[in-house]
């Protein structure tokens, strides 16, 4: 089975459209998501459609918790905060109510998703270092765990005699006895320099890990932020995926 693994689609239809599209063409038969659906783009109902429709798993990340008043916008910065209350005012209800029922972490066979982290998924705390991985290697059992949050792509592997290093790359094959802990990046606002959309694909036959990068029409989607008065900063960390 070959699993497309999604993170932090951030109500940017054009970029989800074009991973969308370039799933289907890499013959992947299911959707997992790593949560944020919404906050910072323009398209919030569409977005949750599509994750509601086409994701076989999804979790819940504090923009979608925040967006539906099950978190305090205040505890984001000024232009994130911006635009959730401005996602949320346009939410529609089944699309409020669908995003209230996600969970915060899925285990399903060799794979855990969780947006944040799974050592504790409630507090949304970022894995950025070494050390912050191997922390969070002992909070999962399965072979993979597949996070979001960061916007940040990036493969960690655990060796069976503990050693934690960072896998260098677009791919991996999964070897005996070793354990992943993985960003997949961000669909719709990557933070890594490169602004294509950025998503994993997990193949459970032969144990390889891909991520992909897809270009989209950035200016599309900055043309109708720019419309809606969604914040300028927010528009242009896109082109620069910062
Ligand atoms: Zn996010």
């Excluded at 289907?24 to 959707?31: F, G, K, M, Q, R």
């Excluded at 916008?73 to 409020?96: M, Q, V």
């Amino acid at each position: 089975m070959r699993i497309g693994i999604l993170s932090d689609i951030h109500s940017n239809l054009e970029a989800l459209e074009a991973v969308d599209e370039a799933l289907s063409s890499a013959s992947v038969d299911t959707i997992y998501f790593a949560g944020d659906v919404v906050g910072y783009g323009p398209d919030p109902n569409p977005c949750t459609q599509w994750v509601r429709d086409r994701a076989e798993i999804a979790v819940a990340g504090n923009h979608d918790f925040a967006a539906i008043g099950m978190m305090d916008p205040e505890t984001f910065n000024s232009n994130a905060r911006e635009a959730i209350i401005w996602n949320s005012e346009r939410l529609e209800d089944w699309a409020g109510d669908y995003l209230k029922e996600l969970p915060m972490v899925v285990t399903r066979d060799e794979v855990t998703i969780v947006h944040a982290s799974p050592r504790a998924p409630e507090l949304w705390e970022y894995i950025f270092t070494l050390w912050d991985a191997e922390v969070n290697f002992s909070h999962f059992l399965t072979e993979f765990c597949f996070v979001g949050h960061s916007h940040q792509p990036v493969m960690v592997g655990m060796d069976p005699e503990g050693v934690v290093t960072v896998i260098p790359g677009e791919s991996l094959k999964a070897e005996e006895g070793h354990r992943y802990l993985i960003n997949v990046g961000s669909v719709g606002q990557p933070r890594d320099g490169n602004p294509d959309a950025c998503c994993g694909i997990l193949d459970t036959s032969t144990f390889e890990f891909t991520l992909v990068r897809i270009p989209y029409d950035v200016r599309k989607t900055q043309r109708k932020m720019v419309k809606e008065g969604l914040p300028l900063a927010l528009v242009d960390r896109l082109s620069e995926g910062r």
